[in-house]
């Protein structure tokens, strides 16, 4: 039996700790046609990073972890931002400005786009994709 009182000498893993933001709205101009340029709408983002939370954990310190706060300002900045013709885009440009924050290890970005223009009734349409650090 060992003494569970005594802190081990193992360093603390946090492989799979994460930061969520969902449901960020954005005012964009995006799509292929030029009528989505002309009037915009409303896209939505959900983020997901993988990154060692313990550091800000166990400081209690902002500085020690991602601000989602100044993330989503980031973000509204993108979709607000010049318009590209795909969501797709739009997404890896979330993903890129995610991963700038040298502590990201992996940004998953999903995009919807609930008025895209398809001649059908529909709730969604959407897009995710992750990125990861090398």
């Not at 896209?43 to 500085?63: K, R």
């Amino acid at each position: 039996m060992t003494d569970q009182s005594q802190p081990t000498s193992d360093p603390i893993t946090s492989a799979s700790d994460q930061i969520q933001l969902t449901g960020l709205r954005a005012f964009g101009r995006h799509g292929v046609y030029p009528a989505e340029r002309a009037t915009g709408q409303d896209f939505v983002v959900d983020v997901t990073l993988e990154l060692d939370l313990a550091p800000a954990a166990v400081t209690d310190q902002v500085e020690r972890t991602v601000h989602y706060g100044e993330l989503a300002g980031r973000i509204v900045e993108i979709v607000e931002g010049p318009p590209v013709n795909l969501i797709e885009t739009l997404a890896d440009r979330i993903a890129t400005a995610c991963l700038a924050d040298d502590r990201v290890w992996t940004a998953r970005v999903t995009v919807h786009k609930p008025q895209a223009p398809i001649p059908h009734d529909f709730t969604d349409v959407s897009v995710t994709l992750t990125r990861s650090r090398t």
